[in-house]
């Protein structure tokens, strides 16, 4: 069976996440990967910088002939397709969970308990976390629904110069 190769060229913007700007097709890996190579060496900055595009590798499939590819679709019904968006949703959500999880055990917890440490001696405390890499909003919902139980108040904000989201985190002795 005859095979294609899809290359998914990405764009990520600090603050704003990754999403897929586009997807090209190959009829044989060797241009695939030249393509990727090529792509990609036009990234040589040694910090990441805030916007960037980038080529993933090369994802192998089969070419099905037009008739049964024009068949499937046709044959695919609306539950179907609903079902796949929940599963994607789903498993998007879980993703969005486990670094919001990771943010909170390896950045604010340990943030916390080094202020503490060192005498903080407000009675309101307050810290501000920037240049976080997640779709903003979503993130700080997220971390919202696992801090605000605990008496913590989130909310999202900017820095200074309103260039970059910041999650604000308080609570009160």
Known sequence: MAKIWFVNIIESERGWGQKIDETKE???YD???KFVREF?????????????????SPIEQDIKSMTSMTNELRIKSAAEYRKEQVTIETAAKEDL?????EFINNVVTPTIE?????????????????R?????????????TILSPLGFTV??????????????ISWEE
């Open 97 to 101: 969970r486990s670094k919001v999880v």
């Open 132 to 144: 976080v890499h997640y779709p903003m909003s979503e993130f700080v919902a997220e971390v919202k």
């Open 155 to 168: 909310y999202e904000s900017h820095d200074g110069g309103g260039l970059y989201p910041t999650i604000e």
């Open 114 to 130: 080094q202020k503490i440490a060192n005498g903080w001696s407000r009675h309101t405390k307050h810290l501000s976390f920037d």
């Open 40 to 56: 990609n060496a036009r990234n040589t900055n040694k910090t990441v910088p805030d916007w960037y595009m980038y080529a993933e």
């Open 31 to 33: 241009s695939a990967i």
């Open 26 to 28: 190959f009829f044989d």
